[in-house]
């Protein structure tokens, strides 16, 4: 394995790869953990952590006060999810769209787009191609939360595909209370953004207490379940090649 860290114009990135050179993920897998705290920004910087590479990448990036990712035209939409902080994103409106912890936006494609925080931010971005599969319940440029998408039932598990293709999935759930998921095998990498109360996911035998504003990675392969003795809900990237 080798690690690259690159630095210009205050811009930080760290990659991992393999040692025939392909891009590996690069999450640690069986812990429960916060992007925001684990993405602290840093004075003056923009830093980025590229989790997935390719197609529809998953990368986390941290802004301090008063920094700016520059707007660029991007071919492909862009499903922004704030941790933490205020986001300002610019470009594809007449006027800047301020986000903050817990909102979500997808930027259009093929239009200019910027971001920049005035007090510190930290976000992830996943990004989505035009064939990609996009749920009608969320329109380009609108902000929103995931967790308000989709409602609870009693005594239900409630899913919706956000977006989708061969290779990737992201998903949100609501788990009433007493209900979860029996012990499966993950059929590529996945990480769970836990949105709202809490619930357990057990992983290769242990058992994880999660909460709303959490976060956990398994691996691919990795046996897991979800319980949820309160109501609970959740966003799932999971890689399928």
């Known amino acids: 394995m080798s690690i690259q860290s690159n630095e210009a114009d205050g811009f930080i990135s760290r990659d991992i790869y393999n040692n025939r050179g392909d891009f590996m993920w690069n999450e640690e897998t069986g812990r429960v953990y916060s992007i925001a705290k684990d993405n602290a920004p840093v004075r003056g910087c923009t830093v980025s952590k590229a989790v997935k590479d390719g197609d529809n990448s998953l990368i986390y990036f941290s802004l301090a006060a008063k920094t700016d990712i ?116 993950a059929p590529g990498e996945a990480l769970i953004f836990a949105l709202d109360g809490e619930g357990v996911i057990s992983y290769e035998g242990k058992d994880y207490p999660i909460k709303a504003g959490e976060n956990f990675s398994f691996a691919k392969g990795g046996m897991h379940a979800v319980k949820a003795e309160k109501p609970f809900k959740m966003a799932l990237f999971l890689t399928l090649s």
Not at 85 to 109: H, M, Q, R, W
Request: aromatic share 10%; glycine share 8%.
């Open 70 to 185: 520059s707007a660029e035209i991007f071919p492909y939409r862009k499903l922004i999810i704030v941790n933490e902080g205020d986001l300002n994103v610019y470009g594809f409106t007449e006027k800047s769209l301020i986000l903050n912890g817990g909102e979500c936006i997808v930027t259009p494609a093929d239009n200019t787009v910027g971001f920049r925080s005035e007090e510190s931010c930290v976000y992830t971005e996943i990004s989505i191609r035009k064939d990609d599969i996009m749920n009608e319940a969320v329109k380009a440029g609108e902000i929103f939360k995931l967790g308000d998408l989709l409602p609870y039932q009693d005594g239900r598990i409630v899913n919706m595909d956000i977006s989708s293709n061969d290779n990737y999935k992201f998903v949100i759930m609501s788990f009433a209370a007493g209900t979860g998921l029996s012990e499966h095998a």
